[in-house]
């Protein structure tokens, strides 16, 4: 039983590290003083696409086109780059703007780019090998510490650097990660 939490909470928290999904996470939290609201809606992305990874096993990755949800998500990334850049010009206060729905834009970006990332299949193939709902258990578990941790270095980004600098950051880093998905 212990290792069939254990190992996936170990395998995807360390996969997930420092992957897009969690950049994405840290700089939505940079725009947002709602937190809360913001991991609940990256928490729900998370549990809906790597539950039915768990759920369905491999016939995701083989059935739905990888190619048109890369394209889907690269051009959400690129969208939320151009708007965090554009909407900084636009600001003649701080450079800050606030998200009118953290938990729409977390749980919309979230979804889209976790679709076949590797953690995701990684949670389906130990669904094959270990007990799925603990499988499950560990998997979101990881993910949520490692949201949480990306919102709480957000928050303290927000607190340390220029509001100005982070959101042109933000705006290009967001740009960055979308070109990614046509690599």
Known sequence: MIPDILIPFLLV?????????QLAV???STKTRKYTSLLAGVMLAFI?????????????????PMDYVRIGAGILFIIFGLTTLLKKENDDDDGSYELKSP???GFGLILVSELGDKTQLAAALFATQYDPLLVFI????ALLLLSAMAIYVGKMLMEKINKKTISTAAGILFIVIGVSFFL
């Open 138 to 141: 560990g998997v979101i578990f």
């Open 48 to 64: 809906l696409t790597d539950g039915l990874a768990i759920l369905l096993g491999n016939f995701i990755a083989n059935k739905v």
């Open 13 to 21: 928290g360390l996969a997930e590290l420092g992957d897009k999904t």
């Open 103 to 105: 938990f729409i834009s």
């Open 26 to 28: 840290l700089v939505l």
